[in-house]
């Protein structure tokens, strides 16, 4: 049987090279967890591997490693290099598929159409493929191959000297100022309550998506689900903790 979008089962593969060249996007300035928060409003997040010249982008390490991603380290970035971190990919992608049945879908992080074979294929074998990667950076070919795709965002570029000068300053919007909705503070609050272990950030997340489809954190004033949970555990409804995986779970305050 089927199983529901937001029922998923997702194995998350980064081709980190290609998100971080030509793309705005710095080691240090790249940020995994908006397009987590996407993916976990489809299902659950059970594999997340990165690939990469580790020496070269160890700016993002400790990022990563805070999302729970396991660093495969490759060869230097030479185009040899390169080829070498794709097949990697590709080879345990494929591994995986074949392997654990219970994988549903493939998040493949990567604007490269040298995967487009591997998104056939494992829709070929029944797996879901979601792609992510910087739209302007991105092979229109790779995003046809794929069932959906997600964009990242690079960072706002600073305006060119002069250009203040061209145009008046438009009046500055005030912040939104975040509010946790009650959908969220009850839905912890009945999960907790019955809860005898710790509860998983995702978990909590898809029983909010399942109540209310259109959630979006966004739209109440937070970045991230994650800064959500931060404004409950100061209220003292939960308290968050961390694995040896870097993963997040809630507790009871």
């Known amino acids: ?21 030509r793309t705005g996007i710095t080691p240090e300035d790249f940020d995994l967890e ?16 990165a690939y990469a010249d580790w020496i070269r982008f160890s700016g993002a390490r400790a990022h990563l490693h805070d ?23 590709v080879i345990d992608a494929l591994e995986l598929a074949y392997q654990r049945e ?8 990567s604007g490269d159409s040298d995967f487009c074979p591997l998104a056939y294929k494992l829709r070929e074998i029944g797996r879901s493929v979601i792609g992510l990667a910087v739209k302007e950076a991105t092979s229109p070919l790779f995003v046809k191959a794929c069932d959906e795709f997600i964009y990242f965002r ?13 145009k008046p300053k438009a009046a500055a919007k005030p912040p939104a100022s975040p509010e946790v909705p009650p959908i969220a503070r009850e839905t912890v609050s009945e999960m907790l309550a019955d809860a005898t272990e710790p509860v998983g950030q995702s978990s909590v997340m898809n029983a909010i998506v399942r109540r209310e489809p259109d959630f979006d954190v966004k ?20 308290k968050r903790q961390q694995n040896e995986k870097g993963q997040w779970y809630l507790v009871p305050a």
Do not use: Q, Y
């Open 1 to 21: 049987m089927a199983r529901e979008a937001r029922d998923l089962r997702i194995a998350l593969f980064i081709d980190f090279e290609n998100l971080v060249t």
């Open 34 to 49: 908006p397009a987590l928060d996407k993916l976990l409003a489809r299902g659950k997040i059970v594999f997340r591997r």
């Open 67 to 89: 999302k729970g991603v396991e660093l495969v380290d490759v060869p230097p970035s030479t185009r040899a290099g390169k080829n070498a971190a794709d097949i990697r990919l």
């Open 102 to 109: 219970h994988v549903d879908a493939f998040a493949v992080a």
């Open 154 to 166: 690079p960072p706002a570029r600073p305006e060119k000297k002069g250009a203040a000068e061209k």
């Open 219 to 238: 739209e109440h004033g937070f970045s991230t689900f994650s800064r959500l949970l931060e404004a409950l555990e100061k209220e003292g409804l939960l």
